[in-house]
C-alpha cells in the first residue's frame, strides 16, 4: 500500500507507474513523470535532489530525465526502465526499505508532487515516424463488408501479414488538444467541410529502440525493443477517405489530427494481462519471421469509448489478430529503420457483439443505421462533441489503466 | 565570370549555389556548404571567419549555419535565402565589388573551400515527416493501364487532387549509400528476395516553413514556403508491393530507403525554366483552393536515368500535373501541420515517348517487354547495379543542376 492516498478506482495504483511529460508550472518545460493516484511525480526534480540515489544504475544515467520527451529514457532499454519503476515501487510504497526518500521528507514532496489536474501534459514522445497498422480483424472485416461484400471483405494479405501504412508524426497530439473538422473533397467537383467525421479507438506502442537500414528485426527483438503502450484515437474524415484513397492509400482524410493518452504504460505492468490474439482462419501458415514464440502475445485490456459521457463501445485490446511485436518485425523485414520514439498504432479495435465496434462506421453501418447516444440518435460526430477513449485492467490495487484519451471537435473552418 | 574555374559542363555554376551538408574532415561534423564548380565553400567556418560581415542581414542569423542541417537556414525565409545566394555569387565573381571577401584571400579559401571529390556529403535536412504524390501523369495513367486497363487507369480522384500518401522519413538517406534487396512476402505462403526491384526518377521539394495545426496554406503561401528541389529516387519493390498494397498503399515495398541528391537548390536558381504543367483532360473544374496562380507552374527540367552507365531514360519534369505548391497546398486542406524540414516527392516523372519511362515497370511492361541497356536485355534491377539520375536545365554559365542521385544495389539477407 501506498503512503499516498490512491482512490479504489485510480488506473494508476502502485501496480502501474506509467511514464509521460507534464509542462513544469515553474520552469514552463517539459518534465518526465510517472503517475500515481491522482499525482505525478516529477522525474526531473526528484533526480536532482538524490531521488535515484539509492538506484545505482541509474546514477549515471539522470540526464536522461532532464529532456523534454522520454526519448532518452526509452532508449535506455527494457531492463533500466523495470529498475526504475520497481524502485519508484519501493519508494512509494508505505515503510518500505526505500519509502525515506520521500516518505518523511515533506520538503521534497512538495517540490515533486503535483496534482495531475493543476499541470498541463504534454506528448510523452518526440515522434519520428508513425504507422498505423489494421490488425484489428473484426474492424477490418466489417469495413470490408461495407466497401467490398462479405465475400471479399479481408484480401488475401490480411492473415499473412500484418497490413499497415505510414501516417503522419507531426499531427500526432496529447489528449485534450482540440480537433478541427477538416475541408476535403468528397467527390469529383465537391469540396464541403467533413460531414462523416469519426473516431477510431485504438492502442499504440512506442519504440525504445531501433534498428539499422537493411538489418530487421525478430518478433522477439521487436518485443524486448517496443518501449510501452498507449490509448489513441486515429479521427478519420470518412467521406474525404472515400474519395482520396485510391489507389495510395489514406492521406488528408487522417493526417488533421491523432490523439494519444498522456500516459505511456510499460510492457511490465501488464504482464499479467496477456491473452490469446484472435484466431487465424487461413490455413496458409504464418511466415517464420512472424512467429510469435509467446502464446499470449496481446492484452486484454477493458477499452471503452464514450460520446459526450454516453457510452459508445465496450470492447477489449484481445481482438487482434496480431501481436505488437509482429508489427514491428514485420515494419522491418525489408530493412525499414526504426528509431527511438517511432509510434505504431494498432488500428480500430472491435468486438463482434452489438456495442463492441470502435469507430462510427462500423457502428452504424455507415451511417445508415444510427446508434442510441445518451438519448439522441447519432451517425457521424457533431462538433463540440467530446470524445472520450479509456482503457484498464485488473482491479482495486492491481489496476493497472490509462486514464483517459480525449478530444473535443471543433466546427470546420468556413471555405 | 567566377574566379574559381568552373568546368563548361558543371552544374555548380555562379547561376546555381544550390545547398548541401558535408562533414568536415577535421570536425568530423556537418557543416552546411553550397557548390561551386568542383568545389563547396564551407559556410559554417566562412561565417565564423567574418564571410558574411558584409551582409548586415545575415549578421543576427549566423547560428544558422552551425547546425548540422539546413533546417535552421531554411526557417529563415526565402527573402533570406535569396539574399544570401545573391551575396555569394558577388563573393564568387572575379572582381565583383564582394570579391575582396575571399578572393584574394588565400588563407581563407584554404580553410572554407574543398573539393567535392574530397568530402563526404550527409543528409542536407533532418526530415520530420516525408510525403510521396503522384503527380507524373503519364507514370499514373501507364501504371493504371497495367492495374486495371486503360479504360480505369486514372481514378476518379486523379485530375480533382494531387494524390498522395505518406512516406518514411528515417529511410531517407543521402546519394551514394547503398541500397540492400529486401525480402517480403510476393503471394500467400511466399517469403523470397525481391525479384522485381525498381526505381523511381523523381523530383523532391523540402518545406522551409510550416504551418499550425488547423491552418491550411493557401497555393500562394505554399509557393513561399519551400525552401528548394532535390534529386530523388525512390526505390521500389514491385511484388512486394502488387500484394502489400490493399487496402491501405505501399508499406514495405517503399520504406527500405528512398535516396535524395546532396544538394538542394533554390526556387530562384530556377526561375528562368518555368514551364506549364500537363493539361487536365477533366471537364470538371480544379477546386479553388488548389489554383495555382502561376500559369508556368512546374519546371522544365532535363532529367536521366542511367543504369551502370547506359542511359534508360531521357525526359523532363514539366510531366507533372500538379505544381509542387498545389501539393503542399492539398496536403494542408484538412489542417495537417508542415514543418521545417518536411520532404515532398513529385511521384515518378516519366514522358509519353520511347526512353522517356521513369521506372522499370512502365520502361519494361511490367517486366514482359525487356529494355536494351549497354547491350544488355534487362527487366529489374540486379545485384550490383549503380542506377544513377541527374538533373539539369539551362547551359553554359546558366546551366543549373544537380549532380547526381546515386546508389547500387547490395545483394539480399539470406532468409
Not at 490488425?135 to 463488408?145: E, K, L, P, Q
Not at 529503420?337 to 462510427?360: F, K, P, Q, Y
Request: charged content about 20%.
Amino acid at each position: 500500500m501506498s503512503w499516498l492516498p490512491i482512490p479504489s478506482d485510480s488506473d494508476f495504483t502502485l501496480a502501474n507507474i506509467p511514464f509521460g511529460v507534464f509542462r513544469h508550472p515553474i520552469t514552463g518545460t517539459g518534465h518526465p513523470a510517472i503517475a500515481i493516484g491522482e499525482h505525478l511525480l516529477d522525474l526531473h526534480v526528484f533526480s536532482t535532489h538524490g531521488g535515484f540515489s539509492q538506484l545505482p544504475e541509474m546514477v549515471e544515467h539522470l540526464e536522461v530525465f532532464k529532456q523534454p520527451t522520454l526519448n532518452a529514457f526509452a532508449a535506455l532499454g527494457q531492463k533500466t526502465h523495470r529498475a526504475v519503476r520497481a524502485y519508484l515501487q519501493q519508494v512509494l510504497t508505505a515503510d518500505s526499505p526505500l519509502a525515506a526518500v520521500l516518505q518523511y521528507d515533506e520538503t521534497l514532496q512538495k517540490q515533486v508532487l503535483f496534482s495531475q489536474d493543476a499541470v498541463e501534459m504534454l506528448l510523452p514522445m518526440e515522434v519520428g515516424d508513425y504507422t498505423d497498422f489494421y490488425a484489428g480483424r473484426t474492424h477490418a472485416f466489417n469495413v470490408g463488408c461495407l466497401f467490398r461484400g462479405t465475400d471479399n471483405a479481408l484480401q488475401k494479405n490480411y492473415e499473412q501479414l500484418p497490413v499497415g501504412y505510414h501516417g503522419r508524426a507531426s499531427s500526432v497530439v496529447i489528449s485534450g488538444t482540440p480537433i478541427m473538422r477538416p475541408n476535403g473533397q468528397t467527390a469529383e467537383g465537391v469540396m464541403e467541410k467533413c460531414k462523416r467525421l469519426d473516431l477510431e479507438l485504438e492502442m499504440a506502442a512506442f519504440v525504445a529502440r531501433g534498428n539499422k537500414l537493411g538489418e530487421p528485426m525478430s518478433v522477439v527483438q521487436a518485443r524486448e525493443n517496443l518501449f510501452g503502450f498507449a490509448l489513441m484515437n486515429d479521427w478519420s474524415a470518412r467521406d474525404i477517405q472515400a474519395f482520396e484513397y485510391v489507389p495510395l492509400g489514406p492521406f488528408t482524410s487522417k493526417n488533421f489530427g491523432t490523439t494519444i493518452s498522456s500516459w505511456i504504460v510499460l510492457p511490465c505492468a501488464l504482464e499479467n494481462f496477456k491473452a490469446l490474439p484472435l484466431q487465424r482462419t487461413s490455413t496458409i501458415p504464418v511466415q517464420k519471421y512472424l512467429l510469435d514464440p509467446e502464446e499470449k502475445s496481446v492484452y486484454d485490456i477493458a477499452l471503452t469509448v464514450e460520446i459526450n459521457g454516453a457510452t459508445l463501445t465496450k470492447t477489449s485490446s484481445k481482438n487482434l489478430l496480431w501481436s505488437f511485436p509482429q508489427m514491428l518485425a514485420h515494419h522491418t523485414v525489408t530493412g525499414c529503420n526504426m528509431r527511438t520514439g517511432d509510434l505504431l498504432g494498432s488500428g480500430t479495435i472491435s468486438g463482434e457483439g452489438v456495442g463492441e465496434a470502435g469507430c462510427l462506421l462500423e457502428a452504424t453501418k455507415g451511417g445508415k443505421e444510427p446508434v442510441a447516444l445518451g438519448g439522441v440518435q447519432r451517425t457521424w460526430l457533431q462538433d463540440g462533441d467530446e470524445v472520450v477513449i479509456k482503457g484498464f485492467c485488473g482491479e482495486g490495487e492491481t489496476r493497472v489503466g490509462w486514464g483517459e484519451c480525449k478530444g473535443v471537435i471543433l466546427p470546420a473552418l468556413d471555405i
